[in-house]
């Protein structure tokens, strides 16, 4: 048990601790409510509920009714459960801060207009939230879940998923980082 919360106390934690948690935290996922982990549904949840209660017509169809039905489900619990559980954890390793502009690169790139930084991470939220639709899950879902399952679109995702960062931050940040 000490050595648990050692590793849970520090800033960061090594991949082979991450991913032994990761492997936990899906078993209790998969046995305890017979789903994979995955978060991207959970936006689609919520907008339905809300859709629903200004207008019911609008859920009722088969998207609502059979793939992503409105409401509070396991992974609007899941998205709750990780903010909360990255609250906690940065408490816990004595790291916590409330932060506008978190970095010195951004800074340097992009200037200190903590505006910018809002419209520009709203703007990537829309486009990843996007892009989970299309590829079918997100990177919880579809990188760590697929890949537990050993599914090969996982493994072209993550691949994808690098290849498109690297690229992006060469392009962003014009190799000077």
Do not use: H
């Amino acid at each position: 048990m000490k050595w648990i919360m050692a590793q849970a106390r520090k800033k960061e934690w090594s991949p082979y601790t991450a991913g032994f948690w990761l492997a936990i935290a899906f078993l209790i996922a998969v046995l305890g409510s017979d789903q994979t982990l995955g978060a991207s549904g959970a936006l689609e949840n919520i907008s339905g509920m809300i859709m629903g209660a200004i207008s019911p017509s609008l859920v009722d169809n088969m998207y609502f009714k059979f793939i992503m039905p409105p409401g509070i489900t396991w992974q609007v619990w899941l998205l709750v459960g990780v903010f909360f559980g990255s609250l906690f954890s940065a408490a816990l390793s004595g790291d916590f801060k409330i932060r506008w502009i978190p970095d010195v690169q951004w800074a340097q790139v992009f200037g200190p207009a903590r505006w910018k930084r809002w419209v520009i991470a709203f703007i990537g939220a829309i486009i990843v939230e996007y892009g989970a639709g299309i590829a079918g899950g997100c990177t919880s879902g579809l990188a760590i879940s697929g890949g537990i399952e050993l599914a090969p679109a996982a493994f072209l995702f993550i691949f994808g998923m690098f290849a498109s960062g690297m690229l992006t931050a060469l392009i962003i940040y014009r190799r000077n980082f």
